[in-house]
């Protein structure tokens, strides 16, 4: 029997598929709602072979064709800034949109320079900005200014985005290449830091509507 839906979760660096973290917890919770002959849910590390994932997620939906696979994504810190990104653009190589991505505190990931995950967003923004505005002769090197980004693949249709911003690491800013995709802002949680943001409720409550919305 094909798989119609699939329910991936993606853990962050240093995290334990297996362990008793926010992020299992939550796998769990979403095993009981929606697994089922027809929807699987499955696990994964930050750095797994997303190629294999993908492949494996086409070949156990054959032979539904690619509007009636539903894909939902979830993913913690660098299961998103490298993970889920990885995934969607190998599912988009199969022809397959993905019909929710949340993120939870999704942290850049660069594989050269990956302390770049320690940058602090809003204050490089703010850095940016005012050498445009006071050093204006700066300007052809504000390019060392860069704000740090997730650059959303244009197979994604809905992005659920979840963030904190009392500890570093802390969530990038999202940024989506297809117009019509559609990006929810959940706000900041001020009352968690990256290492507990996962453990959210509020978090907890955004993934488990996103996988049963349409």
Not at 27 to 52: C, M
Not at 177 to 188: A, E, M, R
């Amino acid at each position: 029997m094909p798989i119609a839906q699939h329910i991936i979760v993606i853990n962050g660096f240093q995290q334990d598929r297996y362990g008793d973290t926010g992020l299992g917890r939550l796998a769990t919770r979403l095993h009981e709602l929606y697994a089922s002959p027809i929807q699987a849910v499955s696990v994964h590390a930050w750095n797994d072979d997303f190629k294999g994932v993908a492949s494996r997620i086409w070949h156990a939906s054959r032979p539904l064709s690619w509007e009636e696979i539903d894909i939902r994504i979830i993913a913690f810190s660098w299961g998103m800034g490298h993970g889920a990104l990885s995934l969607c653009r190998e599912l988009a190589q199969h022809g397959l949109d993905v019909n929710a991505l949340v993120s939870c505190d999704g942290v850049y990931h660069h594989q050269r320079y990956p302390w770049l995950a320690m940058v602090n967003p809003s204050r490089v923004a703010r850095w940016r900005a005012g050498v445009e505005l006071y050093l204006p002769w700066c300007a052809p090197l504000r390019w060392l200014l860069n704000v740090p980004t997730l650059r959303i693949p244009a197979n994604v249709l809905k992005v659920h985005v979840c963030r904190q911003r009392l500890s570093r690491p802390m969530g990038a800013e999202i940024v989506t290449q297809n117009p019509v995709t559609k990006v929810y802002d959940h706000g900041f949680d001020d009352t968690r830091n990256h290492f507990e943001i996962d453990n959210s409720p509020e978090f907890h409550a955004i993934a488990i509507r996103a996988c049963g919305e349409k």
